[in-house]
């Protein structure tokens, strides 16, 4: 895939861990949704080269807005709450193309 991106939608999850009071995407359920992401995809078979990577990030510096995850290459960032908003995600940006406009952040 010399002349195009590697990955159709490239999917980071902030999985930042805070111990000093302040907000953290950690606390706020990011693991199971990075999880329930993960496993869709796969599901789907929609995971590997040409198609959706689903990936844990270090702080993305968003987590009072957080829950976070930003979406490469368009970067559309979004918050979420549970595993319906994470499968409207996927619907809707990574296997539609279209962008969740409840959910941005």
Known sequence: ?????YY?????FCMN???????????R???AAQEHA??????LDQN???KVRINKAGCLDRCDQGPVLVV???GTWYTFVDQSDIDEIIDVD?????IVERLKV
Do not use: N, T, W
């Open 72 to 74: 490469y290459p368009q």
């Open 38 to 43: 993960k496993r869709r995809i796969k599901q």
């Open 94 to 98: 990574l296997l539609g193309g279209g």
């Open 17 to 27: 861990e805070r111990d000093d009071g302040r907000p953290c995407c950690a606390d």
């Open 1 to 5: 895939m010399s002349d195009s991106l």
């Open 8 to 12: 159709k939608k490239h999917v980071f």
């Open 29 to 31: 359920g990011a693991q």
């Open 48 to 50: 590997g080269e040409g």
